[in-house]
């Protein structure tokens, strides 16, 4: 039995070809992740409602399937609604689930921010302007300060899958030079970007990196009670 330790529940938006192996990368032995997906190929709000609606079924068949908690993948889906549409998806997940521990990406983002201190951010995306609107107005919303923000303006996940690791690398940098007095960055999307070079950001910048592979990890471990540090994804998986 692979996850005698614990099981993260995973939903992901897509494939998660990228998180499932980063999260075995990181995730101590006894510690699994049990995935369904969705079927999100566009960031479109047709797609994001569709995918959201499917959100009861998901909870229900990771809780059968043996998982301990459950994380609900990707920032798009939770954005295409104003305010805190991350809690009604999270209550959703519960209830279906028989009551697990039930979480979103940006549900955890925000607890990453605060956990290492981060009160003005450079947000550096692989998404088109109008998904980046509907983002700043989630994290300002939550009373997050981005001081710069930019994309690279994808629509399809392929397309952002496509692009080469060391693509947030070089966004955060710019953004970080436009905007010098900011104390951390966040890089949503789990589907590009990788460790290492995540790893590289938060050197070079001398700033802490938040990013969606990594909250999911250190959200697992830490509501799995698995204790840390682990090192080579960022400060954040070191607070463990």
């Known amino acids: 039995m692979l996850g005698w330790r614990g099981s993260l529940g995973y939903i992901a938006p897509s494939t998660g070809e990228r998180a499932i192996p980063e999260f075995y990368q990181f995730a101590p032995e006894g510690v699994a992740m049990l995935v369904t997906a969705l079927t999100i190929h566009e960031l ?3 797609q994001m ?7 009861e ?9 043996g998982a301990n908690a459950l994380f609900f993948a990707g920032a798009p889906p939770v954005i295409v609604r104003p305010g805190r549409y991350d809690k009604e998806i999270i209550a959703r997940m519960e209830a279906a689930s028989g009551g697990l521990p039930s979480t979103t990406d940006l549900t955890v983002a925000l607890e990453a921010f605060q956990h290492l201190g981060i009160t003005r951010m450079v947000v550096a995306t692989p998404f088109q302007e109008s998904m980046n609107a509907l983002l700043r107005r989630f994290l300002e919303g939550a009373g997050c300060k981005i001081v710069a923000m930019r994309g690279l303006g994808k629509l399809r996940n392929v397309e952002i899958a496509a692009l080469p690791d060391y ?5 955060a940098s710019e953004l970080v030079k436009e905007a010098p007095e900011a104390d951390g960055i966040y890089i949503p999307c789990g589907r590009w970007g990788n460790p290492r070079v995540f790893e590289q950001v938060e050197r070079d910048l001398h700033r802490p990196v938040v ?3 990594q909250i999911t990890i250190w959200w697992a471990l830490k509501t799995l009670g698995i204790a840390g540090p682990f090192n080579g994804y960022g400060r954040l998986l070191q607070t463990l």
């Not at 409602?49 to 959100?55: G, L, S």
């Not at 079924?57 to 399937?65: F, G």
């Not at 693509?167 to 966004?171: R, T």
């Open 44 to 46: 479109t709000e047709e």
């Open 49 to 55: 409602d569709r995918a959201v609606a499917q959100v």
């Open 57 to 65: 079924d998901k909870a229900r068949h990771l809780a059968a399937t």
């Open 167 to 171: 693509a947030p690398y070089q966004l």
């Open 211 to 213: 990013t969606a592979n």
